[in-house]
C-alpha cells in the first residue's frame, strides 16, 4: 500500500502546507508548471519518491530534469503522468492513443486548473487533475489530491483545498 500526494501548477510557489499535507505520503506527483528547482527540491525533501514531469510554462533546466511523460507501475497499478492532457471526451491531441496502448488504471494531468478526478469507463481508468497549487492563474481555490494504490486498485482519494487565510487545518 501506498500513499500518494498529487499536485501541479506551483509555478515556482511553496506553501508550507504542501509538506504538511504530503508528510505521510510514500510518493508524490507533479503534474508539471512546478516552475524551479527549488519547488522539485522541497517537494523531494518531503516524500521518499517525487516523480513528475515537466509543463508548458517549465524553463530548460525544469525540462532537462524531468521528461514530458512518465509511464511506470506502482503498487499493481500502471500510471501515466503528463502535463497537458484533457479528461474523458476531451482528450489532449494524442493522449488517447497513448492512453490506449498504454492502458493505465491511472492517468494524472495539470495544465488547465481545473480540479477534476472522473472515471473514463470507455478506457477503464481514473482521470485524476489536482488542479493548480500555486498562485499565478485564474483558479479561485488551490487544490492537492491524495490517493491510496493498494493491490491494483486507486482507494482513499481525498481533494485538499489550500485557502488563502494560511492557517494550517485543525489549529488556532
Known amino acids: 500500500m501506498k500513499k500518494i500526494g498529487i499536485i501541479s501548477g506551483t509555478h515556482a510557489?511553496?506553501?508550507d502546507r504542501f509538506a504538511l499535507h504530503f508528510a505521510d505520503c510514500d510518493e508524490i506527483w507533479h503534474a508539471g508548471d512546478i516552475g524551479n528547482d527549488e519547488v522539485a527540491d522541497r517537494l523531494e525533501a518531503v516524500a521518499p519518491v517525487l516523480r513528475a514531469v515537466y509543463g508548458n510554462a517549465d524553463g530548460q533546466t525544469l525540462?532537462?530534469?524531468?521528461k514530458e511523460m512518465e509511464i511506470f507501475e506502482t503498487e499493481?497499478?500502471?500510471?501515466?503522468?503528463t502535463h497537458i492532457g484533457g479528461y474523458p471526451g476531451n482528450y489532449a491531441p494524442g493522449i488517447r492513443t497513448r492512453l490506449q496502448l498504454s492502458r493505465p488504471g491511472l492517468f494524472v494531468c495539470g495544465h488547465s486548473h481545473i480540479l477534476k478526478v472522473m472515471p473514463d469507463r470507455a478506457l477503464?481508468?481514473?482521470?485524476v487533475n489536482p488542479g493548480a497549487a500555486g498562485r499565478q492563474g485564474w483558479q479561485r481555490v488551490r487544490t492537492l489530491v491524495t490517493l491510496t494504490l493498494e493491490e491494483g486498485h486507486v482507494t482513499h482519494c481525498q481533494v485538499i483545498e489550500l485557502n488563502d487565510d494560511k492557517k494550517i487545518p485543525n489549529q488556532p
Open 76 to 81: 499493481g497499478v500502471k500510471v501515466v503522468l
Open 63 to 66: 525540462r532537462r530534469r524531468f
Open 13 to 15: 510557489y511553496w506553501d
Open 124 to 127: 477503464g481508468l481514473l482521470v
